[in-house]
């Protein structure tokens, strides 16, 4: 598949940088993909190839050609205004490439008419990085008339003289008559999309801007600062933007509001406040507070600095869609604080990653800066933040949606692209090549539920990918992708990171749930997680015996299910996003997964649904890594006790998990699990244990009368009753 992107730059603006990166995002996964400007960095690939200078002079004319229509509009608000209206050659080199398809970026500045959009005769996916699209003439806007259409008695009160966006807007509306595929980096803006009059048929999907996590990640703070001649010894808050102070949309009056408003907060630091995209400006500013202007930061190693030298990062946009400095703030573990408007709440995990404060709330932007700087631990919060922006920006992740997009174009009709995704299935898959294929075929058999199923394979040495992408190639429902590094945990969250369903269920690649479960669909729609019962089987099918919850247990309060550690199976258990959002990511290094979705379930759900029918075939066999739930040899009950210890040093820490309990509440667990792991265990050793007698019994069933355990479950699970 050959992909061209066409911009009108690859490296002037956040637009550019954005479309240049998920090109070569694309690139890296051996995408034929080109990158088409009017004004292209010397340093690509295909610059002399479109480095005419003739038609580079003529297009540069053109821009100040409609200067005076643009002159025609009286306005008090500083908007920007693009009209496109003058040809290009764009249009012709595109249908005359060998391209299969073309996705549209940032086009203004004359790089491409509106009617040129419709004489596009190649797939088009565009990909919108500001509200123009589907507007009049302006880029963002905050009247409404994009939303009803623009007409003559509907126009804001501060213009005045020709109504350009009106007619811009008529121009839109009379030369598209195709839908177009619509890509937003941020839900806002999809949602901006999706209520307005110009595209709301149209099919539109999320896909954030991607970045190259390697190269922008943490730098060593002191050689930052070093590089950068910047102070040691306070706190130093970041701003930047291109042009600086100058845009008056990127809020930089609310920062110094904010910033003097902080200065009188009680046991406030003192900070300095760091500039970039602006020189020191000649005539002083009078700030209450030392500041330090960078000019304009040319190259990624100082931006790099820029970010891993200062404590936070202060995005005070009055409009914005996903703002590169925000993404790349995150990807170097830096914590951002901004409005909760636009696209930032696809950014910031509110006091995790960072802080959204009230929409033009200064005092709270102010609370939100004062929250870093105060933090108890911004070590771990600069780490978590930094793996937080791995999985949601990385490159190999963006490039497979866009890839996914692309395939769609070719292969489904306009109406079936744009369907909604109910229910998406994880299944992170290692050697299942014996097993694999039944479980797909059961989903394969559900036709009125729109489903996907995301296979991450994790290095398998057998034929299980093979095996999964012969399935993706006849059945789009289903992607195949590699794992990013190896490790069940960091394929399940690469897994949630891919998909894009209301509903989300892990599965296992050796398990199969039944068509059954579809049935339940619309319950499932009206509660935030549920969970079924199963059957456990032996490596070919044959019945055990029924793996029952009782739903008593899911009305036990989350402070009880914590402090023993309750816990079903994950397979048993499917959420909504909301659910889905504190769940994800899973901490990378978790040996249980079951456990942490369990307790972040119980935490965070008002209601869960429960299905009493066992719906799900649980296979016990010998390659399992914890030997399965009916498996007590003492080999694998140490080895299972061990990896809990781990788990209580991982949630311990864990706020998702923690929030409102005390320190030393799983203390009691922790002296269950390090007994339970000992290599040798005598019956006094159990009996002179501060536990409860449930607890002590359950260390001699596991240790020392196995088999007895064993037939204790059985009954437990008949009776439907449990400890």
């Not at 030393?664 to 006094?684: A, D, G, H, Q, W």
Request: net charge positive; with cysteine.
């Amino acid at each position: 598949m050959k992909v061209i992107h066409l911009a009108y730059s690859n490296f002037i603006g956040g637009a550019s940088v954005a479309a240049n990166r998920i090109h070569l995002s694309l690139l890296k996964h051996n995408i034929d993909s080109e990158i088409w400007a009017n004004e292209l960095d010397e340093n690509s690939s295909n610059f002399e190839k479109n480095n005419n200078k003739l038609k580079k002079i003529i297009k540069r004319i053109s821009i100040f050609l409609v200067w005076p229509l643009k002159k025609l509009i009286k306005t008090d608000i500083s908007i920007h205004h693009s009209i496109a209206i003058i040809p290009s050659d764009w249009c012709e080199k595109i249908n005359n490439s060998d391209a299969d398809i073309v996705n549209l970026h940032w086009i203004q500045r004359e790089t491409l008419s509106i009617k040129d959009i419709s004489k596009i005769k190649k797939p088009i996916v565009w990909t919108l990085h500001d509200m123009w699209a589907f507007c009049g003439a302006e880029h963002y806007t905050n009247d409404d008339r994009w939303r009803k259409g623009y007409k003559p008695n509907n126009r804001p009160n501060y213009e005045s003289g020709f109504d350009i966006n009106r007619w811009n807007w008529e121009r839109k509306k009379k030369y598209w008559k195709k839908e177009i595929q619509i890509v937003t980096p941020s839900t806002w803006l999809a949602d901006c999309v999706k209520e307005s009059e110009l595209m709301k048929n149209w099919p539109v999907s999320v896909i954030a801007n991607p970045i190259d996590t390697e190269r922008w990640s943490p730098m060593d703070k002191k050689k930052a600062l070093e590089h950068l001649n910047l102070p040691t010894d306070v706190p130093l808050i970041l701003f930047g933007a291109i042009g600086g102070s100058k845009d008056l949309r990127k809020g930089y009056d609310h920062l110094l509001s904010a910033l003097n408003y902080l200065k009188n907060i009680p046991n406030t630091k003192k900070f300095e406040l760091v500039v970039f995209g602006e020189n020191k400006p000649k005539l002083s500013l009078d700030l209450k507070f030392p500041s330090h202007f960078l000019g304009h930061l040319g190259n990624d190693i100082s931006l790099r600095a820029a970010y891993s030298a200062v404590d936070v990062v202060v995005v005070p946009s009055k409009q914005d869609n996903l703002p590169n400095i925000a993404v790349e703030a995150q990807a170097c573990g830096v914590p951002v604080v901004a409005f909760d408007i636009g696209g930032l709440p696809d950014i910031i995990d509110h006091k995790k990653t960072g802080y959204l404060a009230e929409a033009f709330d200064i005092k709270d932007l102010a609370n939100g800066i004062y929250w870093v700087l105060d933090h108890d631990k911004p070590q771990s919060l600069r780490n978590y933040i930094h793996a937080q922006a791995v999985l949601k920006f990385n490159e190999s992740t963006i490039a497979k949606k866009y890839l996914s997009i692309y395939s769609n174009i070719k292969k489904i009709k306009p109406a079936v692209a744009n369907q909604v995704i109910q229910i998406s299935f994880i299944m992170p898959a290692y050697n299942s090549d014996k097993f694999i294929s039944e479980s797909i075929q059961e989903l394969q058999k559900e036709n009125v539920i729109n489903w996907e199923l995301i296979i991450i394979d994790d290095f398998s040495t057998d034929k299980t990918f093979e095996l999964a992408q012969s399935f993706a190639d006849k059945d789009s429902r289903i992607k195949v992708f590699k794992n990013i590094k190896k490790g069940k945990v960091i394929g399940t969250n690469y897994g949630y990171s891919l998909c894009s369903g209301n509903i989300i269920k892990c599965i296992d690649s050796d398990d199969i749930l039944d068509q059954d479960y579809f049935k339940h669909y619309n319950q499932l729609k009206n509660y935030q997680a549920h969970c079924h019962n199963a059957i456990i089987t032996d490596s070919e099918l044959n019945n055990i015996i029924k793996y029952s919850i009782n739903p008593k247990m899911l009305s036990k309060s989350y402070r009880y299910v914590l402090s023993n550690l309750l816990t079903f199976p994950k397979w048993a258990w499917s959420f909504d996003r909301s659910i889905a959002s504190k769940i994800f990511p899973m901490p990378e290094n978790l040996p249980f997964e079951d456990v942490w979705i369990n307790l972040i379930i119980k935490k965070n759900s008002n209601k869960i649904y429960h299905i009493n029918e066992p719906i799900y075939k649980y296979r016990q066999h010998n390659n399992q890594t914890f030997g399965g739930i009916l498996n007590f040899d003492k080999a694998k009950v140490i080895f299972r006790a061990n990896r809990i210890k781990k788990l209580l040093q991982i949630i311990i820490n864990e706020d998702r998990i923690m929030d409102g309990i005390e320190k030393n509440f799983l203390k009691n667990m922790e002296i269950y699990y390090e007994v339970t792991s000992r290599e040798k265990i005598s019956y006094y050793d159990i009996f002179k244990l501060d536990q409860s007698f449930i607890q002590k019994l359950k260390i001699i069933l596991m240790r020392k009368l196995p088999k007895l355990n064993t037939s204790v479950l059985y009954l437990k699970w008949k009776l439907n009753e449990l400890f």
